[in-house]
């Protein structure tokens, strides 16, 4: 009876959790739609920025008599410092969804320990801020509580510190590192440079652009404008972006946990009735040996 009363415990234990999963899925469900649409709206808006200072960086790139110089578009210089910025979540039980950024930071780090190149990480995130810290990494910044609650103003804030080193000459390199947005049931990781930026690879503008590049009074100034919406606006949608790919991971990951559950509670069920059949057989053997005892 003791094993039975020991399965009957693990059956009831494996339920609870089974409610808690799924109750999680539901909250992760919800909050997801309200992320989603957040990260579908910011990102027509970064897609197009993105899109026009990579032209302006290209049409900058053409120019050979250096009439606008901007360390901005510099992509002669050999950095001998960068800053990566990486974004994880506040909070776990979200499958693998922590792991993929962070492995992509120690593989940077890696990459550029080989080549000498000293990396400053800033971290954005609860989980990446304890996962290195425990691995003895040292961060240069660290910002918790604003992967769970993303906002404008604190996009600005971490983006600016960043960047105002650059501008110092403190540093040659700023890259942004977070797992994005690809749909309801898989995530993207993205590895992108802020600064310098870069022109398109992969196709030429010369024949289809419309945008004409010429230095003229105040030109710097419209300039320094756009690149300031352009760095702001890239580390609000990485924050928000990542916000719905990491309720999108948990809700998969609470939806497996739940069906794992429901499968380890059918083998518990079976262990229970067996160990039951087992022992009213028992049982029912120990009474007829009685009886013919008696006899």
Same mark, same amino acid.
């Given at each position: ?17 089974? #409610? ?33 200072? +990579? ?40 499958? @693998? ?10 593989? /940077? /780090? ?16 609860? #989980? ?9 990494? !040292? ?17 600005? !804030?971490?983006? #600016?510190?960043? =960047?105002?080193?650059?501008? %110092? ?10 797992? @994005?947005?690809?749909?309801? =049931?898989?995530?993207?990781? #993205?590895?992108?440079? =802020? ?16 945008? %004409? ?18 760095? %702001? ?8 972006? +990542?916000?719905?790919?990491?309720? +999108? ?13 429901? %499968?380890?509670?059918?083998? /518990? ?13 028992? !049982?029912?053997? !120990? ?9």
């Amino acid at each position: 009876m003791a094993n039975l009363k020991e399965i009957k415990r693990k059956i009831k234990s494996v339920q609870n959790t089974q #409610k808690t999963t799924r109750a999680m899925k539901l909250v992760s469900t919800a909050k997801l739609k309200r992320a989603e649409m957040a990260a579908k709206q910011s990102r027509v808006y970064a897609v197009k920025i993105n899109e026009v200072l +990579s032209e302006i960086a290209y049409k900058i790139n053409q120019y050979k008599d250096g009439a606008i110089d901007s360390r901005f578009f510099d992509l002669a210089a050999t950095p001998s410092v960068v800053d990566i910025i990486f974004v994880t979540a506040d909070k776990g039980l979200c499958g @693998g969804f922590n792991i993929q950024t962070i492995k992509a930071v120690r593989e /940077l /780090l890696e990459e550029y320990a080989q080549k000498n190149i000293k990396v400053r990480l800033r971290a954005v995130g609860r #989980k990446g801020i304890a996962f290195f810290n425990f691995q003895g990494v !040292e961060l240069f910044t660290s910002y918790a509580g604003v992967s769970s609650a993303p906002t404008y103003e604190k996009a600005q !804030e971490i983006i #600016k510190v960043a =960047i105002d080193d650059f501008i %110092e000459k403190k540093t040659d390199r700023v890259i942004l590192v977070h797992n @994005g947005y690809k749909n309801m =049931i898989s995530q993207e990781l #993205k590895i992108g440079d =802020i600064v310098p930026v870069k022109p398109p690879l992969d196709y030429s503008l010369e024949s289809n652009s419309l945008m %004409e590049l010429e230095p003229v009074d105040g030109g710097e100034e419209i300039l320094n404008s756009l690149m300031k919406k352009y760095f %702001e606006y890239n580390m609000y949608y990485a924050l928000v972006d +990542s916000l719905a790919a990491e309720h +999108s991971a948990r809700m998969q990951a609470m939806e497996n946990a739940t069906k794992n559950a429901s %499968e380890r509670v059918n083998l /518990l069920t079976l262990a229970y009735n067996k160990a039951r059949q087992e022992s009213i057989t028992t !049982e029912l053997i !120990e009474i007829i040996s009685g009886v013919e005892s008696m006899k």
